[in-house]
């Protein structure tokens, strides 16, 4: 089966840190996606994760550790514009597997 | 803008009729893949297409189909329409080789 599981809502103040956390139950794994989506648009790509470890660009960074199914998106220095919804997903073979995504509120 | 296009952007039609998206990919890629997403609901995967030929299919119901043409756009065949079918359609591309998928700016699809 797949699995992908992350918070439904989180609530952080602008100029904070906010991780996000993703597991994920997969039948095979070729890398994982972080994407983000405001309200009626398309999901924009942020990052991709296919080793483990932690990979940085700009404010945001994303962690991966294939043994525990498990990763994280950090965003450093909210801006009131990072208020959206962010999608965990999983390259399963030819399948791109989303998560029901985190909906990030931002207050002032 | 991705490079990927979606058509129409809005689409309203009746419960039993038939409405068939159309998507073109980003120049070269291969890879069409197609999501549902209702109403406060996650990307749910249909279908991928590469070059021409099916590759996964997800829970894409029996009354959806899809095809990808010989100059790689796509269609997605909705029929028999039921109110629950209402939802954004997004379709994604990628190249052989790249990592992420891109993405459309969907078609709203209302059945009433």
């Known amino acids: 089966g797949q699995n992908i599981d992350q918070p439904t809502e989180m609530t952080a103040t602008e100029g904070a840190i906010v991780q996000i956390n993703c597991t994920y139950q997969?039948?095979?794994?070729?890398?994982l996606f972080w994407y983000q989506q405001h309200a009626g648009e398309a999901p924009t790509f942020l990052s991709y994760n296919v080793l483990d470890g932690l990979e940085e660009k700009g404010r945001f960074s994303s962690f991966l550790s294939r043994s525990k199914g498990y990763s994280y998106l950090l965003l450093k220095e909210l801006q009131m514009k990072d208020s959206a919804s962010y999608l965990c997903?999983?390259?399963?073979?030819?399948?791109?597997?989303f998560g029901k995504g985190t909906r990030l509120h931002i207050l002032p | 803008d991705s490079g990927v296009t979606q058509t129409p952007k809005h689409l309203i039609t009746a419960t039993g009729q038939r409405v068939t998206l159309r998507c073109s990919p980003r120049s070269g890629d291969l890879s069409v893949y197609w999501y549902q997403q209702s109403l406060d609901q996650g990307l749910q995967f249909l279908i991928h297409y590469y070059n021409g030929e099916e590759r996964a299919k997800g829970n894409i119901l029996e009354r959806f189909s899809a095809q990808q043409f010989p100059d790689l756009h796509s269609e997605l065949n909705l029929s028999s329409l039921e109110l629950g079918d209402s939802a954004l359609y997004f379709c994604?591309?990628?190249?052989?080789?790249?990592?992420?998928?891109?993405f459309g700016q969907g078609t709203r699809l209302t059945v009433v």
């Open positions: 994604a591309s990628s190249g052989t080789g790249t990592t992420e998928a891109f």
């Open positions: 997969t039948s095979g794994f070729n890398g």
């Open positions: 997903a999983v390259r399963d073979g030819d399948k791109i597997i």
